[in-house]
């Protein structure tokens, strides 16, 4: 079965422009997560997303956004963008990131390759 | 909020030899811990999770085991291969926490042939 698909897989902006990256969750899974990851500041939770409504957000500004379609695929926005948004964006999905006081058994997060953004 | 140290920072070890990468975790709510493993280029892939009610899951050449009472846990790697070469990452995250993992800082582990 197919598995988490971002697109595109690399990126270059200037500074100051806007970027929209794209995930497509696994066939099924319905919770979709985003996560930055840097050599510095390691994986850092974004956002969270299920059933098109947001359920969690991480520290970043608002310049950092999200959605989630009807079909539960996703797309973060980061708007103004900065030197510092340099980084690996990768989304998981899930088939529910949240069922009662344990995990669902099948809950495993699944990751994207991510999408390379480079801003010079 | 969920604070995880995973020690060390690079470990080195011989093909065949064993490896062990722990983590602590600040949370004493969290109640899943998933391992991942990430090769250049790629993201992360899960090889291995527990929950806070089971103390030890073992799944061929890989084992976890969790200490509530210290709230730390570890990973074990049996009879390494080189191609267990890469970067491996603890998280943990509560049932709540809606697809929020709060995750370690990562291990770059190198098998040498």
């Known amino acids: 079965k197919a598995g988490v698909t971002q697109t595109p897989r690399y990126l270059i902006k200037t500074r100051g422009q806007q970027v929209t990256l794209s995930c497509s969750p696994i066939?099924?899974?319905?919770?979709v997560s985003w996560y930055q990851q840097t050599p510095g500041q390691g994986l850092q939770f974004l956002f969270e997303?299920?059933?098109?409504?947001?359920?969690n957000k991480g520290n970043f500004p608002g310049r950092f956004s999200g959605r989630q379609f009807s079909n539960s695929r996703s797309e973060m926005n980061v708007s103004t963008l900065e030197l510092g948004d340099s980084a690996l964006y990768l989304c998981?999905?899930?088939?529910?990131?949240?069922?009662?006081?344990?995990?669902?058994?099948?809950?495993?997060?699944?990751f994207g390759s991510g999408t390379r953004l480079t801003v010079v | 909020g969920e604070n995880v140290e995973q020690h060390p920072s690079t470990l080195s070890v011989q093909e065949g030899d064993s490896a062990v990468i722990k983590c602590t975790y600040s949370?004493?709510?969290?109640?899943?811990f998933p391992w991942y493993k990430q090769e250049l280029g790629k993201g992360p892939q899960l090889i291995i999770d527990i929950r806070s009610n089971v103390g030890e899951k073992k799944d061929q050449r890989i084992a976890v085991t969790l200490n509530k009472t210290a709230k730390h846990f570890s990973l074990h790697i049996t009879e390494t291969q080189p191609e267990d070469s890469a970067v491996y990452f603890c998280?943990?995250?509560?049932?709540?926490?809606?697809?929020?993992?709060?995750f370690g800082q990562g291990t770059i582990l190198t098998v040498h042939p």
């Open positions: 997303y299920f059933s098109e409504t947001q359920r």
């Open positions: 998981a999905s899930s088939l529910d990131a949240n069922k009662g006081p344990f995990l669902d058994i099948s809950c495993g997060y699944t």
């Open positions: 066939s099924g899974h319905r919770s």
């Open positions: 949370d004493s709510a969290s109640n899943y």
């Open positions: 998280a943990a995250t509560r049932g709540t926490s809606y697809g929020k993992l709060t």
